[in-house]
């Protein structure tokens, strides 16, 4: 009689749904000790909770990435769900700015510590994570170019207006002439990070790209909250 060939444990990270044999307590434990050191906005009862959701939503999923983490398909499905984001540039950005090691893929360490920041980081925390977001080449500027892409997605088109982009070019113009400190036509970290100090309501001047209350809240309660009860 042939021998069935045993079946190798699938490797990466697991699915709530058989705990016991894809992580196991004594590395659940080691994972959570040391996220609870660098995702410092989550005392360690929450970094298992989100560990836990996201070896849930990695278990679910049928993407070729699901063994190490979230693909962008995956994390855009995520923020649309538990967050109602909808604009699809700056739902890619926030995957790349998760994304710390731009592999194209979200491990459980960078969906923990980009969530610290995300639901409850510090007003300095929450400037550099909105301008990684705003920079969408990456050359440490928001140019005029980025700004205006970012504003005709995120504002809505008047069935009036017959030229609705020059009423962007018009609003950048407005933006740059605010926030523009050194006068070189496009924004610096610098120049950002002293304009929302100066008014806070420049954080998402470009698009929401944070949580609002009402939807963090909601996630905070389903997964911190709702998942002791269990």
């Known amino acids: 009689m042939r021998r069935r060939a045993r079946r190798l444990p699938r490797p990466g990270c697991p699915g709530s749904g058989d705990e016991a044999a894809a992580?196991?307590?004594?590395?659940l434990q080691q994972l959570t000790e040391s996220l609870s050191r660098t995702a410092k906005h989550f005392n360690k009862t929450e970094v298992e909770c989100l560990?836990?959701?996201?070896?849930?939503?990695?278990?679910?999923s049928y993407s070729r990435f699901a063994a190490v983490g979230f693909d962008r398909n995956m994390f855009?499905?995520?923020?649309?769900?538990?967050?109602?984001?909808?604009?699809?540039v700056?739902?890619?950005?926030?995957?790349?700015?998760?994304?710390?090691?731009s592999d194209n893929c979200i491990s459980v360490v960078e969906w923990v510590e980009g969530l610290s920041v995300f639901l409850r980081g510090t007003l300095e925390e929450r400037i550099k994570y909105c301008f990684e977001v705003y920079d969408l080449n990456g050359d440490g500027y928001i140019s005029r170019e980025e700004m205006f892409q970012m504003?005709?997605?995120?504002?809505?088109?008047q069935p009036s207006e017959e030229d609705p982009d020059e009423g962007i070019k018009d609003l950048v113009d407005i933006v740059l002439k605010k926030m523009d400190y050194d006068h070189d036509g496009k924004l610096s970290f610098a120049d950002f990070e002293e304009s929302v100090k100066n008014e806070n309501l420049l954080l998402e001047?470009?698009?929401?790209?944070?949580?609002?209350?009402?939807?963090?809240?909601?996630f905070e309660r389903r997964t911190f909250w709702e998942k002791r009860k269990l």
């Open 205 to 218: 001047a470009f698009g929401p790209c944070l949580p609002d209350l009402k939807s963090s809240t909601a």
């Open 23 to 27: 992580m196991s307590k004594k590395r």
């Open 90 to 101: 700056v739902m890619d950005r926030v995957f790349r700015t998760f994304d710390k090691n």
């Open 76 to 88: 855009r499905d995520t923020l649309h769900r538990a967050f109602g984001m909808t604009d699809d």
């Open 151 to 157: 504003l005709k997605n995120s504002l809505l088109k």
């Open 51 to 60: 560990i836990r959701l996201f070896d849930s939503l990695v278990s679910a």
